[in-house]
């Protein structure tokens, strides 16, 4: 799989933005998909998770009841919608695939995108 991608861009605080990842090859709807960030200084964190169906979604604590990961196999895309933004979640963010059915390591992934940033000013 293949992935690119986007959306990302200078937002206030308090803010939304949508990322979106475009994937091709074949194998997308059997993947379990991801966001990641890294931070200004610090280590890529895990994000969110969605399995291949939709049915099961993961997220890191800090983003839990303001982001959303979601996507549609028709169109083979893969969405991540922030809302409530704050400084601290200021990053590149990585959408990633993986066989497995809904992973939340590093270390699941095999495919990762380019990286989108993200900057939330106070």
């Known amino acids: 799989v293949q992935l690119q991608a986007f959306g990302g861009g200078l937002v206030q605080a308090g803010g939304s933005l949508r990322l979106s990842c475009a994937a091709s090859?074949?194998?997308?709807?059997?993947?379990?998909m991801g966001w990641f960030r890294r931070g200004p200084g610090k280590k890529r964190e895990f994000v969110a998770a969605?399995?291949?169906?939709?049915?099961?979604?993961v997220y890191v604590d800090s983003v839990k009841g303001r982001f959303t990961i979601s996507r549609d196999n028709g169109k083979n895309m893969v969405y991540l919608q922030m809302n409530s933004l704050k400084p601290e979640d200021t990053a590149v963010y990585y959408c990633?695939?993986?066989?497995?059915?809904?992973?939340?390591?590093?270390?699941?992934?095999?495919?990762w995108g380019q990286g989108t940033l993200v900057t939330v000013s106070s």
């Open positions: 090859g074949h194998t997308f709807s059997s993947a379990g």
């Open positions: 969605i399995s291949w169906s939709g049915d099961s979604t």
């Open positions: 990633a695939a993986s066989v497995n059915r809904i992973a939340t390591r590093e270390r699941e992934y095999d495919s």
